[in-house]
């Protein structure tokens, strides 16, 4: 079983900068989707941005897009978010999820929350106004 650890929330001003990381304990990570959710409270778990194995394939949602930027190192078993402009309505408990299927193809489908079958901890990001 994979351990996800993820690091890197904090509070922050709105406008204001973080970056999260999430370190993977497999050997295979290079082989897997990765994918960045969040949760705030009362609301849904929902997918912010994933990347595929070799991280030329990214999504965002359109909530994100523009603002933040999804990245992965595959030699430390790592993938990013880095989060710019960030808004009030950021705030949310942040989780690293990997995907199910290794080297899944989103040709056909982007990536749904349902394809992620690890997770994180998560972390927390607050941003004030």
């Known amino acids: 079983q994979v351990q996800l650890v993820e690091s890197g929330g904090g509070l922050v001003q709105a406008g204001g900068s973080l970056r999260l990381s999430c370190v993977a304990s497999?050997?295979?990570?290079?082989?897997?989707?990765m994918g960045w959710f969040r949760q705030a409270p009362g609301r849904e778990r929902e997918l912010v941005a994933a990347?595929?194995?070799?991280?030329?394939?990214?999504y965002y949602a359109d909530s994100v897009k523009g603002r933040f930027t999804i990245s992965r190192d595959n030699a430390k078993n790592t993938v990013y978010l880095q989060m710019n402009s960030l808004k009030p309505e950021d705030t949310a408990v942040y989780y690293c999820a990997r995907d199910s299927i290794k080297f899944r193809s989103t040709v056909v489908r982007t990536w749904r929350i349902t394809d992620f079958n690890s997770w994180g901890q998560g972390t927390q990001v607050t941003v004030s106004s």
């Open positions: 497999e050997r295979t990570f290079d082989q897997y989707p």
């Open positions: 990347i595929n194995w070799s991280g030329r394939s990214k």
